[in-house]
T-cell receptor, first 113, second 110 residues
């Protein structure tokens, strides 16, 4: 019973490099989310998806892209990493709508040098 | 801003004592949710309270909501060392997106 799985757990990048964070859920949830968590701040929504093939911008979308080609997977891409993107990234999912509780993965700790 | 503001920022208590955390917000809400985050882990949902509800219980947790004061409180009774974590309130407002506060760090000393 995995729930929400994020890979990788840790990563160090150099400025300008690109990478993709992977999120997989096995709960058949329609909605999936990407957040970033920075010290002293709450989680901030980057992008979200209300179903396979759909994505939408959240509060802080600049510098990130996402794709939801399969219902169970939600990918977050950084095309050209910047030090300001150093953060802990969390993926979450919910069953059918934004009002329902969200289930979180354990995060990806990303450092951009 | 829809963001909830938790108070206090940090709380340290002895095992067996009660812990109370508060969340204030500025806009109308659809529901308010409380989450727990253990160090190095993801958030775990605790309780959801709708705008037309005033109180909900789950085990040792009690959540109240006062929409006239735009505030909510989370009470953990008979705290245990395992309750040591960060606690976040999250507001679902008219924008229909969940907005998280900065959290309260709870330390329960054994």
């Amino acid at each position: 019973n995995a729930g929400v799985t994020q890979t990788p757990k840790f990563r160090v990048l150099k400025t300008g490099q690109s990478m993709t964070l992977l999120c997989a859920q096995d709960m058949n949830h329609e909605y999936m989310y990407w957040y970033r968590q920075d010290p002293g701040m709450g989680l901030r929504l980057i992008h979200y998806s209300v179903g396979e093939g759909t994505t939408a911008k959240g509060e802080v979308p600049d510098g990130y892209n996402v794709s939801r080609l399969k219902k169970q997977n939600f990918l977050l891409g950084l095309e050209s990493a910047a030090p300001s993107q150093t953060s802990v990234y969390f993926c979450a999912s919910s069953y059918s709508n934004l009002a329902q509780p969200q289930h979180f993965g354990d995060g990806t700790r990303l450092s951009i040098l | 801003s829809q963001q909830g503001e938790e108070d206090p920022q940090a709380l340290s208590i002895q095992e067996g004592e009660n812990a109370t955390m508060n969340c204030s917000y500025k806009t109308s809400i659809n529901n308010l949710q409380w989450y727990r985050q253990n160090s190095g882990r993801g958030l775990v949902h605790l309780i959801l309270i709708r705008s037309n509800e005033r109180e909900k219980h789950s085990g040792r947790l009690r959540v109240t909501l006062d929409t006239s004061k735009k505030s909510s409180s989370l009470l953990i009774t008979a705290s245990r060392a395992a309750d040591t974590a960060s606690y976040f309130c999250a507001i679902l407002g008219d924008g229909n997106k969940l907005v998280f506060g900065a959290g309260t760090i709870l330390r329960v000393k054994s």
